[in-house]
């Protein structure tokens, strides 16, 4: 079955470590990839997407992702984490226009 | 910058009763789409609708419909709102398969 995978529910990072989040599909073709924000009590906010080209992928607030297409795999990192990227991110993939499938999401806390 | 409005961030609804949830984008967007959002589910998706009167079935369409009657606008419809669809609803907008754009969501109870 068609799926997106984010196989970490929670991860706790102490501020100043770096962070990689997983996330794995199984669509046939390449398909569009994105990486969502999501802070408490608000909607969901495009950190970065994939599309084509470059597999390393830079979006906002110094995040980055690395698509491998051998692995099926879109994970997101970050080099130095802040205590404000506490937040769930959501990993979701296009396989087609006017479709969009989100992964379970990954909660990440910051400690101090 | 695009905007989605939801017009409720709150609601709480009687087993039962009719529901309406409303979302409005600024962009002129051909692409709109209704999630729910469950702890430990993700986002699922309701259903969607890629143009004016034109509505596809999502992954969890049953108990819910949908109205698209102007481009900006984009209604879910719960017909006898049940206890489990108690939960977050998240609107969205789209221009092909550019990004979606969120609303900050309803949170939706009904006891």
């Known amino acids: 079955a068609q799926s997106v995978t984010q196989p970490d529910i929670h991860i706790t990072v102490s501020e100043g470590a770096s962070l990689e989040l997983r996330c794995n599909y199984s669509?046939?073709?390449?398909?569009?990839l994105f990486w969502y924000v999501q802070s408490p009590g608000q909607g969901l906010q495009l950190l970065l997407k994939y599309f084509s080209g470059d597999t390393l992928v830079q979006g906002i607030k110094g995040f980055e992702a690395e698509f491998k297409r051998s692995q099926s795999s879109f994970n997101l990192r970050k080099p130095s984490v802040h205590w404000s990227d506490a937040a769930e991110y959501f990993c979701?993939?296009?396989?087609?226009?006017?479709?969009?499938?989100f992964g379970t999401g990954t909660r990440l806390t910051v400690i101090p | 910058d695009v905007k989605v409005t939801q017009s409720s961030r709150y609601l709480v609804k009687r087993t039962g009763e009719k529901v309406f949830l409303e979302c409005v984008q600024d962009m002129d967007h051909e692409n709109m789409f209704w999630y729910r959002q469950d702890p430990g589910l993700g986002l699922r998706l309701i259903y969607f609708s890629y143009d004016v009167k034109m509505k596809e079935k999502g992954d969890i369409p049953e108990g819910y419909s949908v109205s698209r009657e102007k481009k900006e606008r984009f209604s879910l419809i719960l017909e006898s709102a049940s206890t489990n669809q108690t939960s977050m609803y998240l609107c969205?907008?789209?221009?092909?398969?550019?990004?979606?754009?969120f609303g900050n969501g309803t949170r939706l109870t009904v006891t």
């Open positions: 669509y046939g073709a390449t398909p569009y």
């Open positions: 969205a907008s789209s221009f092909g398969r550019s990004p979606l754009h």
């Open positions: 979701a993939v296009a396989p087609g226009a006017n479709n969009l499938f």
